[in-house]
């Protein structure tokens, strides 16, 4: 049993949470992941690892909530337990030598670019920032990301904080503006990263994704997550996250993300009506 060690409402549907876990703590590195379920019974769920505290044995997660384990996850409170907490699993992010990034996140996956970003800068890369939000309400970890980072930019769809926009539009006027980046780190949404990859496809930047598909025991057995990458079968758990940006079929895999929308927005409705009867 794993205690949650703290709390935090980041937005309407993103939460934070510190769990007490040493073991992965002491070996997690920017860019893994780790597997956890709510209880005995409950199915199992990846999230990237978001932070890590090496002394207080503390590894921070962000979560969004859109099915059913993680509505679970959301109505534990800081003191209780969840039951597995396995890891540090994938591949860290490769962040050696680099000297000039653009960290570029997008949504709830600002949260796995965030680490990344922090890495960079303490390992003193010059880090250009760029997050993106639908608007003012969903946006996080902005003082964090501006901590980790030489340069901040702030977008968000409908122009309601920052300036308005997509991530792509910031990362071309800084391409343009002469900015010469060692690689481009783009997390987040398919459709954001498929098109982050199309733009510096045209300059000629290499770019890493994060690639998050649907997982189930996270060793490599179930092929669950696999993905096509240069036209070879790969396997999110195992061979990345991380993959080369130019390389990935994005289409491929949005479709294949698509296959469960309906089931766990289903399943997500049947829990929060148990939730709301018990609360009664």
Do not use: W
Not at 14 to 36: C, Y
């Amino acid at each position: 049993m794993y205690r949650i060690v703290r709390k935090k409402v980041l937005n309407p549907t993103v939460t934070l949470m510190d769990i007490d876990a040493p073991m992965v703590a002491a070996k997690a590195e920017p860019g893994q992941f780790i597997i956890l379920r709510v209880d005995e019974n409950g199915e199992r769920i990846p999230l990237t690892v978001a932070d890590y505290d090496r002394e207080k044995g503390t590894v921070t997660i962000i979560f969004q909530i859109v099915g059913s384990t993680t509505e679970k996850l959301n109505h534990k409170n800081e003191g209780e337990f969840i039951q597995d907490f396995v890891g540090p699993l994938g591949t860290p992010t490769h962040i050696d030598g680099l000297k000039k990034v653009a960290v570029v996140g997008g949504g709830v996956g600002c949260a796995i670019a965030y680490p990344v970003a922090k890495k960079l800068h303490e390992n003193g890369c010059e880090v250009h920032a760029i997050a993106g939000f639908r608007n003012k309400d969903l946006v996080i970890l902005e003082d964090e990301f501006k901590a980790a980072s030489d340069k901040m930019i702030m977008m968000t769809d409908d122009g309601s904080y920052g300036t308005e926009g997509r991530v792509t539009d910031a990362l071309k006027e800084l391409i343009e503006g002469g900015e010469q980046y060692d690689e481009v780190i783009a997390i987040g949404p398919l459709i954001m990263m498929k098109f982050v990859c199309a733009l510096t496809k045209e300059y000629g930047v290499k770019t890493t994704v994060s690639m998050n598909p649907i997982m189930i025991d996270g060793t490599g057995m179930c092929g669950g997550c696999r993905l096509t990458v240069g036209g070879e079968t790969k396997f999110a758990c195992v061979d990345g996250p991380d993959f080369d940006g130019h390389l990935v079929d994005f289409d491929e895999a949005m479709e294949r993300a698509a296959m469960y929308r309906d089931f766990e927005r289903h399943k997500h409705e049947e829990t929060c009506n148990l939730f709301n009867k018990e609360v009664k």
